[in-house]
């Protein structure tokens, strides 16, 4: 009950703010792993912008290969219900290692109050307030615990990230993009 009830609250969220579009767009990045095409092992959904799915690979040869299975790829996903009308292919670096230690995130009585001045303009039932705080002053701590772990900030987008470079993945993505153009 408690769950459907959070379920409903963020629905109308999504509703009222008018991002329930932008969500159900963003979906097939969340689901790849269960609805990729066959034959797409090793690719990377990004993000999706306009109905066009930005997908990332490791090299050249499996772009050429997916190029010439675009069209099918395309009419596959749409079977599923994605409402895509393009792929664009982008080479993505490696992943990084993960760190050598873990992480130890500790929140902080200063993340809890940052957090509450970030929603205190923002009408929530009280239940998914306390949440959202505690979720808001978990990602602020998580943040300063990679920046010690040796992480970075991106000079672009200010995401905090493990890597070489001083721009994180997406937007190398976005740079190479933007030369395409």
């Known amino acids: 009950m408690i769950i459907e009830d959070l379920w409903k609250t963020l629905e109308r969220l999504l509703q009222r703010y008018g991002l329930e579009g932008k969500l159900r767009e963003q979906l097939i990045v969340v689901e790849w792993n269960a609805e990729a095409p066959v034959g797409t092992q090793g690719t990377k959904p990004l993000y999706v912008k306009d109905r066009v799915l930005y997908l990332g690979v490791r090299n050249h040869v499996i772009v050429q290969e997916l190029s010439l299975r675009k069209e099918s790829l395309i009419r596959g996903l749409r079977e599923k219900g994605y ?5 664009r292919f982008q080479i993505i670096p ?9 992480l130890v995130v500790e929140v902080t009585t200063e993340d809890e109050s940052w957090a509450q001045r970030v929603l205190e303009d923002i009408e929530l039932p009280e239940g998914l307030r306390k949440r959202m ?3 808001l002053a978990t990602a ?5 615990a990679m920046l010690a772990a040796g992480a970075q900030k991106c000079h672009s987008c ?14 190398l993505v976005e740079a190479g993009k933007s030369h395409e153009d």
């Open 158 to 171: 200010g995401a905090v990230f493990f890597g070489e470079g001083d721009c994180c993945p997406i937007c």
């Open 83 to 87: 409402e895509i009308e393009d792929i």
């Open 133 to 135: 705080i505690a979720f």
């Open 140 to 144: 602020r701590a998580r943040e300063r």
């Open 94 to 102: 490696p992943d990084s290692p993960p760190p050598q230690l873990p």
